[in-house]
């Protein structure tokens, strides 16, 4: 299936150069089954092999992570934090979540959303859902975008720089990105595991 759909994204780079990067980096961050160590490194070789420009690719891409981006945050701007409540009242009682801890976490959102959002724009499997407590929250419209785009930049530039340097051997990016999200993985579990737990262990306590 990874091949298929690799396949499927060359050939939308191929036919339509700096608008099929946008495209798919658009589509990347609203549906992640299209990987972005797939259509950036490959952008990236493009580049390399003179049929488009090294900055072009760049600029293509930020703009396609830009849009995604705005299309999840206004999903969640218009879901809305009290929609988020309702949820959290009725079925929070699983993970021991309380509207307190939602609170607490909005609060937290709110003094570091410009750094959150900027330093999650550049980490795997996290880059597209950092939008929507943006969204929720209804972050500064200007702030986000700008935060966002320099993330994004980042990123973008890393991995098509990666596609640049390697040529043909573009594709040698995607396994060192997944043991990348591998970690990524691991350490959102353990975030979540510890979390449940600490919330049962207060619950028992207070019992």
Same mark, same amino acid.
């Given at each position: %299936? /990874?091949?298929? *759909?690799? !396949?499927?994204?060359?050939?939308? &780079?191929?036919? /339509? @150069? =700096?608008?099929? #990067?946008?495209?798919?980096?658009?589509?990347?961050? #609203?549906?992640?089954? &299209?990987?972005?160590?797939? #259509?950036?490194p490959f952008a990236g070789f493009v580049a390399s092999d003179g049929d488009a420009? /090294?900055?072009? %690719? $760049?600029?293509a891409a930020t703009i396609g992570s830009l849009i995604g981006a705005l299309i999840l945050y206004g999903v969640s701007a218009w879901v809305g934090p009290?929609?988020?409540?309702? $949820?959290? $009242?009725? =079925?929070?009682?699983?993970?021991?979540l309380?509207? !307190?801890?939602?609170?607490?976490?909005?609060?937290?959102? !709110?003094?570091?959303?410009?750094?959150?959002?900027l330093v999650c724009r550049c980490i795997p499997l996290i880059r597209s859902l950092i939008s929507i407590p943006a969204g929720f929250r209804r972050m500064p419209l200007g702030q986000f #975008?700008? =935060?966002?785009?320099?993330?994004?930049?980042?990123?973008?530039?890393? *991995? &098509? @720089?990666? @596609? =640049?340097?390697?040529?043909?051997?573009?594709? !040698?990016v995607e396994p060192v990105l997944s043991w990348f999200q591998y970690i990524v993985v691991a350490v959102i579990a353990g975030a979540i595991g510890w979390f449940v737990w600490s919330r049962r262990r207060r619950a028992d306590i207070a019992a």
């Amino acid at each position: %299936m /990874l091949s298929n *759909l690799a !396949d499927w994204v060359t050939d939308v &780079i191929d036919s /339509l @150069g =700096y608008v099929g #990067v946008a495209l798919l980096v658009a589509l990347e961050n #609203v549906f992640p089954p &299209i990987p972005s160590e797939i #259509v950036l490194p490959f952008a990236g070789f493009v580049a390399s092999d003179g049929d488009a420009n /090294l900055i072009g %690719m $760049i600029v293509a891409a930020t703009i396609g992570s830009l849009i995604g981006a705005l299309i999840l945050y206004g999903v969640s701007a218009w879901v809305g934090p009290d929609r988020v409540g309702q $949820i959290v $009242i009725r =079925y929070g009682r699983w993970l021991r979540l309380t509207t !307190d801890d939602v609170v607490k976490a909005e609060r937290w959102f !709110d003094r570091y959303s410009n750094r959150a959002v900027l330093v999650c724009r550049c980490i795997p499997l996290i880059r597209s859902l950092i939008s929507i407590p943006a969204g929720f929250r209804r972050m500064p419209l200007g702030q986000f #975008v700008v =935060y966002t785009t320099i993330g994004s930049a980042i990123w973008n530039s890393a *991995l &098509i @720089g990666a @596609g =640049y340097l390697l040529r043909s051997s573009w594709h !040698d990016v995607e396994p060192v990105l997944s043991w990348f999200q591998y970690i990524v993985v691991a350490v959102i579990a353990g975030a979540i595991g510890w979390f449940v737990w600490s919330r049962r262990r207060r619950a028992d306590i207070a019992a």
